[in-house]
């Protein structure tokens, strides 16, 4: 067995692209990742196998014998890798894989797949933020649910639903007397920049310690709930949008079926490419039924259907209490 063979094929494949291309930016531009990500990747490399694969300084980048060594053996193993992966899709039933962000539930829709179409697997993968576009364009997962706003090139992306922004503070802060606030009232404070939802830990942790406040996503102050912090919501602060993607020219059946459960539709829906119309028994039958019930047969009340695709009520705002004295 390969020293080689214990290293994430996926890391395999970066090496060998910039092996090949002998430039880190042309490199990351191939690979839809970034640069950054890429270099990390090698130095993480040269660390596990405790040498240099590309000599230091070197420009134009040039491969060491080490290098050399592992590229010849990385390009075997990603084709013994691709080889084992073409036997086990041909062994097991087809799956869908599903990503997922920071602050999106998915067991509602897994449930109802489950139920659904039992003989068809369904992986689930969570991802940080930064990751999204990558893991769909790379190819980690066929669909995915992410944050607008994204580069849609390539993509289809259908929106779900919108998540108010909450301001997070400590919960001895005047702000926490306030059930919303404004961001006005957000002037005089110190705050952080919450755009990083992947290091929301870390953020909630300066909050308490009082380096200053954070408005994030109402779902990741929810994921991160702390008995010191309080969240209040911000209501002129601009909202996120959750949306379903997935790679326009990998449209499947499968991915048609996920969307339909994602939306709501029933099993028999005719936008569903396993949907069917139930077929009339025959047609003097629907007939008869017909005229009973223009006869004076009543139809029953239907239940109004819940509104907002996240299969939860619409948050209510309520108005700000008044401040106490500071």
């Known amino acids: 067995m390969s020293r080689f063979s214990s290293i994430d094929v996926v890391h395999l494949r970066w090496f060998v692209a910039v092996a090949e ?3 880190f930016a042309r490199a990351a531009k191939a690979l ?11 130095i993480d490399l040269e660390a596990e196998l405790d040498t240099k694969l590309f000599v230091p ?4 980048t040039q491969l060491t014998d080490d290098g050399r060594e592992l ?12 080889a084992a992966g073409q036997e086990q899709t041909s062994d097991r039933p087809a799956a ?22 039992p003989e068809t697997p369904l992986e689930v993968l969570a991802l940080p933020a930064a990751d999204q576009l990558s893991a769909l364009r790379e190819g980690w997962v066929d669909m995915c649910f992410v944050r607008l706003p994204i580069d849609r090139d390539g993509l289809s992306a259908i929106p779900l639903y919108r998540e108010l922004p ?5 919960k001895e ?36 310690a009082g380096v200053g406040q954070v408005v994030v996503p109402h779902s990741i102050a929810r994921l991160h709930a702390r008995r010191d912090l309080v969240y209040r919501t911000v209501t002129d602060a601009p909202d996120t949008e959750i949306a379903l993607a997935w790679p326009t020219a990998h449209t499947s059946d499968l991915s048609e079926e996920f969307v339909g459960v994602v939306r709501g539709r029933s099993e028999r829906s ?16 629907a007939a008869k039924s017909g005229a009973a019930k223009k006869s004076g047969a009543s139809k029953k009340p239907t239940a109004a259907r819940k509104s907002g695709t996240s299969g939860k009520p619409a948050a209510t705002k309520k108005k700000p209490l008044k401040r106490r004295g500071r």
């Open 21 to 23: 291309e002998l430039h």
């Open 32 to 42: 839809r990742i970034s640069r950054q990500r890429l270099s990390q990747t090698v």
């Open 57 to 60: 300084g070197a420009s134009p």
């Open 71 to 82: 590229l010849a053996a990385a390009r075997e193993l990603i084709v013994q890798a691709d």
């Open 96 to 117: 869908l894989r599903v990503g997922f962000v920071p602050g999106v539930t998915v067991s509602k829709w897994t449930r109802i797949w489950a139920d659904r179409f």
């Open 166 to 170: 909450v301001v997070v503070v400590p």
């Open 173 to 208: 802060h005047p702000i926490s007397l306030f059930t919303e606030v404004g961001l006005a009232d957000l002037a005089d404070e110190k705050m952080q920049d919450g755009g990083d939802i992947d290091g929301a830990a870390v953020l909630f942790e300066m909050v308490a």
């Open 270 to 285: 005719s936008r569903s490419p396993s949907g069917h119309a139930e077929p009339a028994r025959n047609s003097g039958a």
